[in-house]
Structure formats: C-alpha cells, structure tokens
C-alpha cells in the first residue's frame, strides 16, 4: 500500500513539473505605451513661410491664385496632420476653429524663426524580395565605398584683415525660439494642450542633388515640412525636416495634397515624442523587453 501510495505521489508531482516546464514563467503585459503629453496643439505655417519653386506650374493646372493654393496647402497640412496625430494624441487646430484668429496671430508673436542645419534622417533600406534581391544588395554593400560625414559648418577666416567667409551648402530647416512662454500657458490653459506643433515652413522644389537625373528629366520633386515641437515652458522636445519625393510632372495640387501630403504627415507623427517600446513584468518583477524572449 505503501508502494502504491508513493507510486501515485511521484507520478503527480511528475506531471506537475512537467505542466509548470511547458507554461514557463508568468508574464504580465501591461499596456505602458502612454503618451508623454495631454494634448497636441497644431499651429499651421504662416503665409510668409511658403516657399515653391514650381508655383507658376501649379497656378496653371490648378486655375487658382498664389493665396489661393497657399491657404490650400495651409489648410490641408493642418487636417492632414490632425487626422494622422488622433493615432496618438487628441488634438486641436488653431486654423479649424472661428474665434481662434486672434489665438493663432498670439502663437506666431510668440516665437521667433532660426535657420538650423537638418537632422540627417537614416533612409530605410527596402526589404529584399527574392534571393537576386538579396545577392544585389550584399554586391551593393560589399562594394560601396564608404563615405565620410562633412561638418555641417565650415568657419570663416581672415586674410589680412579682411573677413572670408565660407559658403554652406548643407540643407537647413526654420527652427523656432520661443521669446514668450507666457503666451503658451495661455494657450495650454484655453485649449488644455502641452504640447505644441509649430509647421515652420511648407516647401516643394526640384531635387536638384542629382545633377544627371536633372538632365535627362528624372529627377523627382520635394515636398517639405519643417517643424518644431515645444512643450509648455517653450522647451524644444522634437525638430526637424521632413521630405516626401514625388514625380516632377505632377503639377495637381489636390493629388499632391491627396498622395503625398499623408505621407509627410505620418512622418511627422512618428517624431511625436512617445513612450519606448512596451515592457513586461516577470513573476519576479524584472522588466524585459516584450520582444526579448523569456528564459524558462
């Protein structure tokens, strides 16, 4: 009986450890991918901040005034921008409300406009598709040479007295210093919003960095948003440059608008300043990453 007894309790606890190896340990998943920020304030460029190269092509396609197809794109950015930012945050517009005309002139008196060289953006490689995707990039790679990163600011020097200054020709970007913070705690009070997106400056431009392609009529075009983002002391979180290429024959500003202004704003709305990656909690209170893989 004995025997039987013990027989009975080992194979139990046999069954037990085995149960307990295939689960592994507890993890809990809690949903800590927060935003940092209340709410997001959308200011739109101002008119004098658009800059187009290409804007007598437009004109004639598009039948409409200069201010026309600026209030068009000043407009469209700012809904464009609304509608990628509700993936993160609730927002509001300064342009989409009747009794903010005064609250918008108050945001752009606030600040002031500085030229600043970009941030260099890391250009996603694309996924190969097959195995003679795949030998053409390691070719690629194996045999690029490797470039180095220019200073993005030369100094002047002097040569007997007089100044000689040196031509900079690195792309730059319309940052912004906030001179009265007041003026943003007013605005952060009235519309319950922290976070401040300023559009600095809407360009579209021919790509001009590949000369060869600019001969032979391949070269693409431009569009850009500059933008600074500022939290309620006027402390700068986010800035940057941001450049969607687009065909150089497209001269529809409601396809532009409709095709490639998205793209830019989903850019824009991944440089809003979020929580890191989401993190699980082992039974022992470690945090892990949640890709990492549980050791058993």
Same mark, same amino acid.
């Given at each position: 009986?004995? $025997?039987?007894?013990?027989?009975?309790?080992?194979?139990?606890?046999?069954?037990?450890?085995?149960?307990?190896?295939? *689960?592994?340990?507890?993890?809990?998943?809690?949903?800590?991918?927060?935003?940092?920020?209340?709410?997001?304030?959308?200011?739109?460029?101002?008119?004098?901040?658009?800059?187009?190269?290409?804007?007598?092509?437009?004109?004639?396609?598009?039948?409409?005034?200069?201010?026309?197809?600026?209030?068009?794109? *000043?407009?469209?950015?700012?809904?464009?921008?609304?509608? =990628?930012?509700?993936?993160?945050?609730?927002?509001?517009?300064?342009?989409?409300?009747?009794?903010?005309?005064?609250?918008?002139? *108050?945001?752009? @008196?606030?600040?002031?406009?500085?030229?600043?060289?970009?941030?260099?953006?890391?250009?996603?490689?694309?996924?190969?598709?097959?195995?003679?995707?795949?030998?053409?990039?390691?070719?690629?790679?194996?045999?690029?040479?490797?470039?180095?990163?220019?200073?993005?600011?030369?100094?002047?020097?002097?040569?007997?007295? =007089?100044?000689?200054? *040196?031509?900079?020709?690195?792309?730059?970007?319309?940052?912004? $210093?906030?001179?009265?913070?007041?003026?943003?705690?007013?605005?952060?009070?009235?519309?319950?919003?922290?976070?401040?997106?300023?559009?600095?400056?809407?360009?579209?431009?021919?790509?001009?960095?590949?000369?060869?392609?600019?001969?032979?009529?391949?070269?693409?075009?431009?569009?850009?948003?500059?933008?600074?983002?500022?939290?309620?002391?006027?402390?700068?979180?986010?800035?940057?440059?941001?450049?969607?290429?687009?065909?150089?024959?497209?001269? @529809?500003?409601?396809?532009?608008?409709?095709?490639?202004?998205?793209?830019?704003?989903?850019?824009?709305?991944?440089?809003?300043?979020?929580?890191?990656?989401?993190?699980?909690?082992?039974?022992?209170?470690?945090?892990?990453?949640?890709?990492?893989?549980?050791?058993?």
């Amino acid at each position: 009986m004995n $025997k039987l007894a013990i027989y009975i309790s080992f194979f139990l606890f046999s069954i037990f450890l085995s149960g307990y190896s295939q *689960r592994g340990p507890e993890v809990v998943l809690p949903d800590t991918t927060k935003p940092l920020f209340k709410k997001v304030m959308i200011i739109p460029f101002e008119e004098s901040m658009y800059l187009c190269g290409v804007q007598t092509y437009l004109a004639q396609r598009s039948k409409k005034t200069h201010n026309e197809i600026v209030q068009y794109f *000043r407009e469209e950015t700012a809904l464009e921008l609304q509608n =990628q930012f509700l993936y993160r945050y609730n927002t509001v517009s300064l342009l989409h409300f009747n009794d903010t005309a005064k609250d918008l002139y *108050r945001a752009y @008196d606030a600040i002031s406009y500085k030229f600043e060289v970009a941030p260099v953006e890391v250009e996603e490689e694309e996924q190969p598709r097959n195995a003679l995707d795949k030998a053409k990039n390691l070719s690629k790679n194996l045999f690029k040479k490797k470039e180095t990163t220019p200073s993005p600011y030369v100094r002047g020097t002097t040569n007997e007295g =007089q100044i000689v200054s *040196r031509k900079s020709t690195t792309q730059k970007f319309a940052n912004i $210093k906030v001179n009265k913070p007041e003026t943003l705690k007013y605005l952060g009070e009235k519309y319950n919003a922290d976070l401040f997106v300023y559009v600095t400056e809407f360009d579209i431009e021919n790509d001009m960095s590949n000369q060869v392609a600019f001969v032979d009529g391949t070269y693409k075009r431009l569009l850009k948003l500059h933008f600074s983002m500022v939290d309620l002391d006027g402390k700068i979180v986010e800035k940057g440059l941001i450049m969607v290429p687009f065909p150089n024959n497209e001269n @529809d500003i409601t396809i532009i608008r409709t095709l490639y202004l998205p793209q830019a704003a989903k850019k824009m709305m991944d440089k809003l300043p979020y929580t890191p990656s989401p993190m699980v909690d082992e039974k022992k209170g470690k945090g892990v990453n949640a890709s990492d893989k549980v050791r058993r």
